[in-house]
């Protein structure tokens, strides 16, 4: 058992000695992991290292893997970030609009859409600031007391990556005149957003076992939403290339589709040009997380 980095892009402008002003962006998944990290003086990107976590088959090999990843790494354990931020693939998410939230009664929101473990599981939220929403989502205990125990004199801001997707897309849609679909690529899932007038319209992901169900689930969602497959813009951001099979595919079904950008809040040097601009999306957005809690 064992991870691997598949991309590492490092800015000379990175400075361990000024890490005390560095925001460090870390996106956990069941079997991937991302950290970036981010001048705020500068909204600089200085940092990005994706790894993968193949052949997990349970949380406590997660935990045991991101132990010895965290232990290898030589800046993961630094605990003088100025801040740092953490954010959480899974399914186990609900958006609650914030004239409705009441803190006390996060399981009960979740128990909506998904099983729930208040024995195994800790219930936190986070704050959709664009949306005028807040995000509900579980964490293992035991995950949230590791990472705790990592940074115990620096407490992490926990966030969700739907809520961080919604976040980006946010502020993308309130740019444009348009209302296209936006669609998000992950490993294993699907994201899909819609909005309309700048506010949120349309939140989903869904789970993807073979290629097949991308084109199913977007066919559907763009059904349901009355947007046609022919004329509707498609914005695609992910793990897909613009020139390998599976772009091809969608192409075939959906013939308005443009690939989005990064976030044009931050900045990036040269060194990014070998990252495609449409990767990434949900890891860079982590900095647009507000640290107050709901």
């Known amino acids: 058992m064992n991870y691997k980095q598949i991309k590492k892009i490092r800015d000379d402008r990175f400075d361990e000695d000024f890490i005390h002003q560095y925001h460090l962006l870390v996106n956990i998944g069941t079997r991937d992991f991302q950290l970036a990290v981010l001048d705020p003086q500068e909204n600089l990107v200085l940092l990005m290292e994706d790894f993968v976590l193949p052949n997990i088959t349970s949380h406590e090999e997660l935990l045991q893997l991101l132990d010895q990843l965290f232990d290898s790494h030589n800046l993961l354990k630094a605990g003088f970030w100025n801040k740092i931020k953490i954010s959480f693939k899974n ?25 729930i473990d208040v024995r195994k599981e800790d219930f936190l939220a986070t704050e959709n ?23 115990p004199n620096n407490p992490p801001y926990f966030t969700h990556q739907s809520a961080v997707l919604i976040e980006g897309v946010l502020q993308i849609a309130r740019t444009r005149e348009d209302s296209p679909l936006y669609i998000y690529v992950d490993r294993f899932k ?105």
């Open 129 to 151: 600031a664009m949306a005028d929403a807040v995000t509900v989502f579980a964490i293992h205990k035991d995950l949230k007391q590791w990472i705790e125990g990592v940074y």
């Open 190 to 294: 699907l994201h899909i957003i819609a909005c309309k007038d700048g506010k949120l319209l349309y939140y989903n992901q869904f789970g993807i076992k073979q290629f097949s169900d991308y084109i199913k689930y977007i066919m559907l969602v763009m059904k349901s939403l009355n947007m046609d497959q022919k004329t509707s813009e498609v914005v695609l951001w992910g793990y897909i290339g613009k020139s390998s099979p599976h772009y091809a595919e969608f192409y075939k079904y959906i013939k308005n589709v443009t690939f989005g950008g990064r976030p044009s809040f931050l900045r990036f040097g040269f060194p990014f040009d070998e990252a495609q601009e449409h990767h990434f999306f949900d890891l860079y957005n982590i900095a647009l997380m507000n640290e107050s809690h709901p």
């Open 91 to 115: 399914h186990k998410f609900v958006q609650v609009p914030r004239v409705l939230f009441a803190p006390e009664a996060l399981p009960e929101y979740l128990k909506f859409n998904a099983n």
